[in-house]
């Protein structure tokens, strides 16, 4: 941890509780803290149900934090909303993408950098994702597209907005092998290029050895926090068997 910078993300005592019933409430996120410096790239692991994804949801606001404190970029976002936090830089690229029924990939990319990007500055972006740009550029993002398309494409946009933090949560659902080695490489172009951080919340190994730090979460709390070096070896021979790092399936 680069201890002598301030932190682009401050996540202090967060908590997110959900109500199921009027005598039950489940407690999803219980108390974590952690932070995010610039310019680094952070894994959040965990086993299913352990509260990650409601971490990163909590971070951009789509569910209200139960308590905490979130700091972002020395302003306090703990009472903004999705569309304050993303104004201030914060981009989230969901697990399972939304489709925009009438806007189609050209606008998307466009709304997503701010401005009127060439068709040819479009493309590059499409083409980083491992898309054929000329058969997508004009496609309509609705059903027609198969969910790994979908995927690419949100990844496009977030790689055209270049913010100063960018959430993954788990970017390697439903992408081939192929699309799946890409997408190693567009974070490190994003790193190298952007300058930005990277939150990536996923089970594989490959994406997590590109970290710089990970975050493990259990029942809610922070287990360990640490570099890659000192916590995969770990992770990687202590819950194996449990499936909380997965390696992706090796070419044929």
């Known amino acids: 941890m680069t201890a002598f910078k301030e932190p682009l993300l401050h996540v202090e005592g967060l908590k997110q509780h959900f109500r199921i019933t009027r005598h039950y409430t489940t407690k999803a ?12 790239t952070y894994g959040l692991v965990g086993e299913s149900g352990s509260g990650k994804s409601t971490t ?5 606001r789509l569910y209200e934090p139960t308590a905490g404190k979130i700091i972002f970029d020395g302003t306090d976002i703990t009472d903004m909303d999705i569309t304050d936090r993303a104004k201030l830089g914060i981009s989230f690229a969901f697990q399972q993408p939304v489709r925009f029924k009438g806007i189609y990939v050209l606008d998307l990319l466009r709304i997503a950098a701010k401005k009127q990007l060439t068709v040819s500055e479009a493309c590059e972006y499409l083409s980083a994702v491992g898309l054929c740009a000329k058969d997508y550029i004009n496609r309509e993002i609705n059903g027609s597209l198969s969910g790994g398309e979908l995927k690419r494409i949100e990844i496009a946009t977030v790689m055209a907005r270049g913010t100063k933090l960018s959430v993954f949560d788990e970017p390697e659902a439903g992408i081939d092998l192929w699309s799946f080695q890409n997408l190693i490489k567009i974070f490190e172009q994003m790193r190298s290029n ?5 939150l990536i919340i996923s089970h594989q190994e490959r994406i997590l050895n590109i970290a710089d730090e990970i975050v493990l979460i259990a029942d809610g709390k922070i287990k360990n926090h640490g570099s890659k070096d ?23």
Do not use: H
């Open 194 to 198: 952007i300058k930005g951080s990277i």
């Open 230 to 252: 000192e916590l995969l070896p770990e992770l990687l021979s202590q819950t194996a068997s449990r499936g909380l790092c997965a390696k992706f399936p090796q070419e044929v």
């Open 29 to 40: 996120v219980d108390g974590i803290s952690f932070d995010i410096y610039p310019g680094e």
């Open 56 to 60: 990163g949801r909590t971070l951009i």
